[in-house]
C-alpha cells in the first residue's frame, strides 16, 4: 500500500499538471501585473515646443513706435534695436519713416537724445536684481517691530491698520496709494500691518560716545543681515489668500523701534534720524528713532516712513522712477510679459526634453492638459493687447509650471531601472527558481526515460 502510495505521488504526470497549473497562474496575472505598474506615457506636443524655442530670447514680439524731431531716422531705429527688448521699432522723424510698418503703441520725444526720454521703457528685465519675480498677486506687510517695549515706552498699536483699508483717504498715504494706483494694471496688491513688541537684534551694533549723547550705528555689511528671521515673526495671516493653488508674493516692510541700542543709524557719518535701506527680493526697513509721546502711533508720525516705503515698494516691483509714470507702466508691463514668456518656454523644453531623456518618465493627462494648455496661452498672446497679453503669458508659465511640476513625474523622476531590479527580484527570486528547478528535473527524468 505505502508502496503504491509513493508510486502515484511521484508519477511524472502530476509533477507536469503541477507545474502547468502554477504557469498559467502566473500568465493569467501577467496582464494585470502589466496594467497595474505600466507608466503612462501620453504623447507631448514636441514639435510645438521647439518651435517655439527656435524663436530664442523672443518668445513674443511687440512693435512701439517713436515720434523725433530728426531725419536720422534709421540712426535712432538701429539705436533703439540694440536694446535687445524684443521690440520692433518704428521711428517717425520730420521727413522720414524707418522700421516697423505698424505699432501698438507712440511715443514722442522733444528731441534727438531718445534714449534719456525713453529710459522707462529701455529697461531690461534681466538686469534686474532688486524686484521680486512676477506673480500677480502681492502681498505687502508692513509690521511694526519694538526692539523691546519693555525698555522705555511701548507703543500699543498704530493707526496704519485701519488706514490701509482705504488709503486714498488719507494724505499721509498718498506716496502709498499712488504707487498702488499705477500698479494696479500689473498687480493685485493686498496690504496688511502687525504690531510686534519684542524684536531682538541678532547682530551687535556699534556703540558710539557715553552717557546721554551715546548713539549705535551699523554698517552695510550687517544692514543686509539685519533682520532677524529666526526670532522676528513675521509671517502675517490677514485677509490674503493662502491656498497652495495661488501663488503670491510676499513683501515685507518694517518700521524698526530700537530701544535698547537707541538711537540706531546705519553708519557714523551721515546720522540721519530715519535711515532706511532695501533689501533686494524681500522688502525694506525702516528705523524710526523720533521720540514717541503716546502709546499709539499716529498717521501724521508715519508719513516719512510711508514715503519710504512706497520707494522701495516701487523698486522691488520694478517700476521705474521718472515724471511719465505712464510710460513707466507701459515697460513694466512688457517686461513681466516677456519674462513670464520666457520662463514658460525654458520649462516647456525642459519637460519635452526630460521626457526624451528618461524612457519611464511618465506623462499622465494632467501633464500633457498643462502642456497643451501653456502653449494656447503663448498663441493668445496678442502685443495689441498689452494687459490681455500679460494675462496669457502669465497663464502659460503657470501651466508649465504646473506640468513640469506634477507628482506623477517627480515620482518616477528619480526611480532609476537598479530600483527596479532591487525591488522586484527579492520578490519573485524564490517564486521561480523552485520552478525552474522542478521543471529541469521532469525534463531530465523524461530525458532519461526515453
Not at 288 to 304: F, R, Y
Not at 422 to 448: N, Q
Request: hydrophobic share 45%; charged share 20%.
Amino acid at each position: 500500500m505505502g508502496g503504491a502510495a509513493d508510486a502515484s505521488f511521484q508519477r511524472t504526470s502530476l509533477h507536469v499538471r503541477i507545474l502547468a497549473s502554477i504557469v498559467c497562474v502566473i500568465a493569467a496575472c501577467v496582464p494585470a501585473w502589466w496594467m497595474l505598474t505600466k507608466i503612462e506615457r501620453l504623447p507631448l506636443p514636441a514639435e510645438a515646443v521647439r518651435a517655439l524655442e527656435a524663436r530664442g530670447a523672443c518668445p513674443i514680439r511687440t512693435a512701439w513706435a517713436v515720434v523725433v524731431p530728426t531725419n536720422e531716422c534709421e540712426s535712432v531705429r538701429q539705436e533703439l534695436q540694440r536694446h535687445s527688448l524684443c521690440v520692433d521699432w518704428r521711428v517717425e522723424g520730420t521727413h522720414c519713416v524707418a522700421g516697423a510698418a505698424s505699432a501698438t503703441s507712440t511715443y514722442r520725444v522733444p528731441d534727438a537724445n531718445v534714449s534719456a526720454h525713453l529710459a522707462p521703457l529701455l529697461r531690461r528685465a534681466e538686469s534686474d536684481s532688486v524686484s521680486v519675480p512676477y506673480a500677480r498677486k502681492i502681498r505687502v506687510v508692513f509690521s511694526l517691530l519694538q526692539e523691546d517695549a519693555s525698555v522705555g515706552r511701548a507703543l500699543h498699536g498704530w493707526d496704519l491698520t485701519h488706514a490701509l483699508h482705504n488709503i486714498s483717504a488719507y494724505e499721509a498715504l498718498a506716496p502709498l496709494a499712488r504707487t498702488v494706483r499705477a500698479l494696479e494694471r500689473v498687480y493685485d496688491i493686498q496690504l496688511e500691518s502687525q504690531v510686534q513688541w519684542y524684536a531682538p537684534l541678532e547682530l551687535e551694533p556699534q556703540r558710539h560716545g557715553a552717557g546721554q549723547d551715546a548713539f549705535y550705528t551699523v554698517s552695510m555689511q550687517d544692514a543686509r543681515v539685519f533682520v532677524n528671521a529666526e526670532q522676528w515673526r513675521l509671517d502675517s495671516y490677514g485677509t490674503a489668500d493662502l491656498s497652495p493653488a495661488t501663488e503670491v508674493r510676499t513683501l515685507q516692510f518694517v518700521l524698526f523701534v530700537p530701544s535698547v541700542h537707541a538711537p540706531l543709524y546705519l553708519d557714523a557719518e551721515t546720522l540721519h534720524q530715519q535711515p532706511a535701506w532695501l533689501l533686494p527680493q524681500w522688502g525694506g526697513v525702516v528705523v524710526w528713532n523720533g521720540a514717541h509721546e503716546s502709546e499709539h502711533v499716529s498717521l501724521e508720525a508715519l508719513q516719512e516712513p510711508m514715503s519710504r516705503f512706497a520707494e522701495q515698494l516701487r523698486a522691488l516691483l520694478g517700476l521705474e522712477r521718472g515724471p511719465d509714470v505712464g510710460m513707466a507702466v507701459e515697460g513694466l508691463v512688457w517686461r513681466r510679459t516677456l519674462e513670464m514668456a520666457r520662463s514658460a518656454v525654458e520649462t516647456l523644453g525642459s519637460i519635452v526634453r526630460l521626457v526624451t531623456k528618461i524612457p519611464n518618465l511618465g506623462v499622465n493627462a494632467q501633464v500633457r492638459d498643462a502642456t497643451l494648455a501653456a502653449i494656447e496661452a503663448l498663441a493668445a498672446c496678442d502685443p495689441q493687447h498689452a494687459d490681455a497679453a500679460l494675462h496669457h503669458a502669465t497663464q502659460a508659465h503657470t501651466h508649465a509650471s504646473r506640468a513640469f511640476y506634477d507628482p506623477s513625474m517627480l515620482a518616477t523622476l528619480y526611480f532609476p531601472s537598479e530600483h527596479t531590479f532591487a525591488v522586484y527580484t527579492p520578490l519573485f527570486g524564490p517564486l521561480f527558481m523552485p520552478l525552474a528547478l522542478g521543471a529541469l528535473r521532469e525534463w531530465r527524468r523524461r530525458r532519461h526515460r526515453r
